[in-house]
């Protein structure tokens, strides 16, 4: 039982040690595919074999028995370290904002709408503020809640005021 368990303490440190510094493999077994062998991934399947062969044994089991317990929970942890490091990797961020996400969105305007002409409004879009040229149907004067109706251009969109139910 011994062994086992510090095999999955060295199989910890490797994991730590990735989580700490980032892939600390990283080169070293680059002639080998892929994410599945990311210094995480080895710490988790390490680890997990360890210490699963140790749990078998401590149930009593014979280490001829325990070695492939071990080694099917490594898979399994492996396998897992290896998912949630692609999804953690290929998640990226959020989709740069564009134009087209404005729609439906209130803001206020800033500088007054004519009938006839634009005038510009912000745009609050997922956290970040858009500045764009607006046009409406009828006047709107600087500081009137607003939503955005339709996209006219990279930089322009026509809104509409936003209907008060007090008013």
């Given at each position: 039982?011994?062994?086992?368990?510090?095999?999955?303490?060295?199989?910890?440190?490797?994991?730590?040690?990735?989580l700490?510094l980032?892939?600390?493999?990283?080169?070293?077994?680059?002639?080998?595919?892929?994410?599945?062998?990311?210094?995480?991934?080895l710490?988790?399947f390490?680890?997990?074999t360890?210490?699963g062969?140790?749990?078998?044994?401590?149930?009593?089991?014979?280490t001829?028995?325990?070695?492939?317990?071990?080694?099917?929970?490594?898979?399994?942890f492996?396998?897992?370290?290896?998912?949630?490091?692609?999804?953690?990797?290929?998640?990226?961020?959020?989709?740069?904002?564009?134009?087209?996400?404005?729609?439906?969105?209130?803001?206020?305007?800033?500088?007054?709408?004519?009938?006839?002409?634009?005038?510009?409004?912000?745009?609050?879009?997922?956290g970040h503020?858009?500045?764009?040229?607006?046009?409406?149907?009828?006047?709107?004067?600087?500081?009137?809640?607003?939503?955005?109706?339709?996209?006219?251009?990279?930089?322009?969109?026509?809104?509409?005021?936003?209907?008060?139910?007090?008013?």
């Amino acid at each position: 039982m011994t062994v086992f368990l510090v095999v999955g303490l060295i199989g910890l440190a490797l994991l730590a040690l990735s989580l700490v510094l980032g892939d600390v493999l990283d080169g070293a077994l680059d002639a080998l595919a892929g994410d599945a062998f990311s210094s995480a991934v080895l710490g988790a399947f390490i680890a997990a074999t360890g210490f699963g062969g140790a749990a078998a044994q401590g149930f009593g089991v014979h280490t001829a028995i325990a070695l492939p317990v071990g080694l099917a929970a490594g898979l399994v942890f492996g396998s897992f370290a290896w998912w949630f490091t692609r999804l953690i990797r290929d998640g990226g961020s959020d989709a740069t904002l564009t134009i087209d996400d404005t729609i439906g969105r209130e803001g206020r305007v800033v500088t007054a709408v004519p009938a006839d002409g634009f005038g510009v409004v912000n745009i609050l879009v997922g956290g970040h503020t858009m500045r764009l040229n607006a046009k409406a149907d009828h006047p709107l004067d600087p500081g009137t809640q607003v939503h955005v109706t339709s996209v006219l251009s990279p930089s322009a969109v026509t809104v509409a005021p936003v209907w008060d139910e007090l008013a």
